[in-house]
């Protein structure tokens, strides 16, 4: 223990005046793996980008790079014209980045959803965490890894100032994760993207020390982010229309992106789409901003005696003045904030931080 490093971490203050805003979002996450696929329906062309929930910015860029491959070589194929309509379904960061890259190139395009405020891409924690699912098949792990590791590189291009309509969002971090919980970021290590962890110990200023490993992360500023999409949007004149599609046939266009996240679980008859709620809290009135420059994702301590739950996840990211999660409740689909996973996880985070 002497030999491993002691790290004093600035811990946000968690009382009730330090508490901005309590939320809660639903997030469409498929089992084993999210999809991304072309197919035909009534004579329109339909490319699917759904089911990330729980991982969205993870995946984004890598996801929807491969959605507009599969649309650009059908394009090739038929011989289809830049002027044809596209309609993309759904406003959140997959939905807003799928029509700005296809305007940025020169597709006419629109896009029609349900909701376009306060969305899950509008709420995520902001975590890189591209490891697979449990369920996932060995064909499916390989497009986890694909996947991020297209999404690592265009965040890079973002950091450098080398993407063509995104200035602000990511930034690597140091975080510190629970000894039992792999990020899964060993690719990225292995091609030196990212440097080795280490296993150090933190403390809060107080007498309670954790031994956690140290990484540093990619994390993504979801709110940045998708202020940097919606501003791309207007200056490439992409219109919204808001609507709710219950079926491909509502709309004109021959050539669609199914990107509505829960939605898709209807629209292309997908059970393994299933709702996952999620709860988090808006910190502010805290230290200055660069004490707070750190995530954490570590398991609480388990305390029976102060009703503490074992086995539940701490997150904290720097995103706004701070934000502390977070939930993962599948088959919760209701939005109405749940006072009680609220108190459980601000019981679990005082004892983290030795209040």
Partial sequence: MKNITLITLTPP??????????????????????????EEHSGKKIFHNYGQGGAGLTFLFGCVEESIKQFEKYCSAKNISKN??????????????????????GYNVKIVAKQT??????NGAGFFFPRHRRSSTPEEIKEYQLHSMASFIAYQKVINGQHPFIARGPCLLPAYY????????????????????????????G?????????????INAHQLMEELETARKNFNIPIEQRTIQSF????EAIIFNCAGLGARQLANDNLVNPVQGHLIALYNQPKP?????????KAPVDHAR??????????TPKGQGLLGITFLRGKKALQTNEHEFEKMLTRAQAFFGY
């Avoid at 203050?13 to 072309?38: N, Y």
């Avoid at 007498?207 to 994390?219: A, D, K, N, P």
């Avoid at 009703?307 to 904290?316: A, D, N, Q, R, S």
Wanted: glycine letters at 6%; proline letters at 6%.
């Fill in 13 to 38: 203050k968690l009382s009730t005046e330090h508490i901005q805003q309590k939320i809660s979002c639903i997030r469409g996450h498929r089992e084993r793996i999210f999809q991304v696929f072309a």
């Fill in 178 to 205: 629970d000894l039992s919980i792999n990020p899964g970021l060993e690719p990225f290590i292995k091609k030196g993207l990212l440097p080795e962890p280490k296993k150090v110990r933190i403390t809060f200023g």
């Fill in 307 to 316: 009703g503490i739950e074992p086995h539940k996840l701490i997150y904290f």
């Fill in 207 to 219: 007498s309670t020390i954790h031994e956690v490993m140290h990484y540093q992360i990619l994390f």
């Fill in 84 to 105: 044809n309509p596209i309609c993309v379904i759904g406003a959140g960061c997959y939905g807003l980045l799928t029509a700005c890259t296809l305007a940025y190139k």
């Fill in 290 to 298: 660069e004490e707070l420059n750190y995530l954490l994702n570590v």
């Fill in 117 to 122: 405020e306060n969305l899950p891409s509008h």
């Fill in 249 to 252: 046939d509502e709309l004109e």
